[in-house]
């Protein structure tokens, strides 16, 4: 008698507890889907700016004969490309597929996300301004400024037949060597306890 009652309590307990956990686990999967349903609000959370601290890439590059391609270039694996589709949707840009070669074993097939187009540019400043970097923070901070001086000043865009004046060019190339700099193994503007001023070339130029 001992026993069973022994027993129907272990076993009511046991019940107890399975039906807890499954209410627990209900609870925790509703949560998990609204907790990632704020976090697709990629415009008003920092969820963003931590991605790109770790994957992405803040890109200027001349274009012959005196253009300067702008860009943000995002990179994941292929299985991952779901979160690219998503910031795509907010920020625009285009999402590639890279097939490797068959002579590359052991390296994933990537999906990168190329955001380019002035609008889509300014909306990104607008995003990295109210939710700070912080492993890229130097980086963006020259790359910004270069950016809205390249905008401010540009007189032609690639296949315009529009040259941009020479001081303008030689300006932008100085904002590319020292994105080059800050992007060297050891560079100082990582060490967070040091707040790295931009270069404000504009203020250099007649």
Not at 6 to 20: G, K, M
Not at 37 to 46: G, L
Request: charged share 20%; with cysteine; proline share 3%.
């Amino acid at each position: 008698m001992v026993r069973f009652f022994t027993y129907q309590i272990e076993s009511q307990s046991s019940r107890t507890s399975l039906c807890l956990a499954t209410v627990f686990a209900t609870l925790s999967g509703w949560l998990s889907f609204l907790i990632g349903e704020i976090a697709m609000d990629f415009r008003n959370t920092y969820y963003l700016a931590g991605f790109v601290d770790g994957e992405g890439n803040f890109g200027l590059h001349r274009q012959q004969p005196s253009n300067f391609h702008i860009v943000v270039q995002i990179s994941q694996r292929l299985d991952r490309r779901l979160v690219l589709d998503r910031i795509q949707e907010t920020f625009g840009g285009i999402v590639n597929v890279c097939r490797l070669r068959r002579n590359r074993p052991g390296m994933n097939p990537e999906a990168n996300l190329v955001i380019s187009d002035r609008q889509s540019i300014i909306g990104l400043i607008d995003y990295f301004d109210r939710f700070p970097l912080m492993l890229k923070a130097a980086e963006y901070k020259v790359w910004r400024e270069a950016v809205l001086f390249y905008y401010k000043h540009s007189v032609g865009s690639a296949g315009q037949g529009v040259s941009n004046p020479n001081w303008l060019i030689d300006t932008m190339e100085k904002y590319v060597t020292e994105l080059k700099r800050l992007r060297e193994y050891g560079a100082p503007h990582n060490r967070l306890l040091i707040e790295y001023q931009p270069l404000q070339l504009e203020l250099m130029t007649v």
